[in-house]
């Protein structure tokens, strides 16, 4: 409620005006918000796409199943393989587009230092989707 003004003879009424200056500083405000966020609102570019009806070509890439036994004996899709030939199947397999993905399933007595090796050849040859097949069984 507004009160009247600082001189000395005032009578010491209220005032019964509005002070409409913060009413009107707060429409000008919101009349430049709008102003400038509305033209964003409804800005879109109107184009007639082409229909066509085509299937997606989603080429999943291959992967390659290698077993290691328990004596460190690597095995290539089922078949044995020495190292030597095992790297130069992971350069030929790196190269290949796309990659194909490198699932290893290690006998649970394998010696770390033959699955970490085999993993440090596919990496170098370039291989990386590299991944370990587990059974989900009761876990010891």
Do not use: C
């Not at 007639?48 to 095995?75: K, M, W, Y």
């Not at 796309?98 to 699932?103: A, G």
């Not at 170098?124 to 989900?136: K, M, N, Q």
Request: net charge neutral.
């Amino acid at each position: 409620m507004a009160f009247g003004g600082f001189a000395k003879g005032g009578k010491g009424a209220p005032m019964a005006e509005i002070n409409m200056i913060p009413l009107i500083d707060v429409m000008l405000v919101m009349l430049v918000i709008f102003i400038i966020t509305a033209p964003l609102l409804t800005h879109s570019v109107k184009i007639d796409l082409p229909r066509a009806t085509s299937q997606p070509n989603i080429a999943r890439p291959d992967h390659v199943e290698l077993s290691i036994d328990a004596a460190g004996a690597a095995f290539w899709n089922g078949e044995r393989v020495s190292r030597a030939e095992l790297e130069a199947r992971f350069a030929s397999a790196a190269r290949r587009d796309p990659q194909p993905e490198l699932h290893i399933r290690a006998d649970r007595t394998t010696q770390y230092q033959n699955v970490a090796g085999v993993m440090a050849a596919a990496a170098r040859a370039g291989l990386a989707r590299i991944g370990f097949v587990s059974d989900p069984g009761d876990a010891r």
